[in-house]
């Protein structure tokens, strides 16, 4: 029987995990996530619009965080990438 801790982080690792697959890819896809919210809000000012904006409305205010809740919600989702099939359609060119 597991016990269940209240945990101040929302949403939690173990629902975050269930998503994404491995704590690697979990890592891994909230950080590159984050790192494209932060170059967003750094250039909101700008005026360039390249950028997408966050995908949920969220209170936080951490790239991370806000990561985390978009992968929570399923609105990004992690794509394994075959390295024999890529290098096969290299092989083909």
């Known amino acids: ?6 945990t101040m982080m929302d949403p939690r690792v173990e629902d975050l995990l269930e998503r994404a697959g491995s704590k690697f890819s979990l890592v891994t896809l ?5 790192r494209q919210i932060n170059a967003y809000f750094g ?9 997408i904006p966050p995908q949920v409305t969220s209170v936080a205010r951490k790239p991370l965080s806000i990561a985390f809740e978009e992968i929570a919600a399923d609105k990004i989702v992690a794509h394994v990438i075959d390295p024999d099939a890529e290098a096969g359609a290299d092989s083909a060119e």
């Open 43 to 51: 250039q909101l000012g700008e005026g360039l619009g390249a950028m």
């Open 1 to 6: 029987m597991s016990q269940q801790h209240d």
């Open 30 to 34: 909230g950080a590159m996530r984050a």
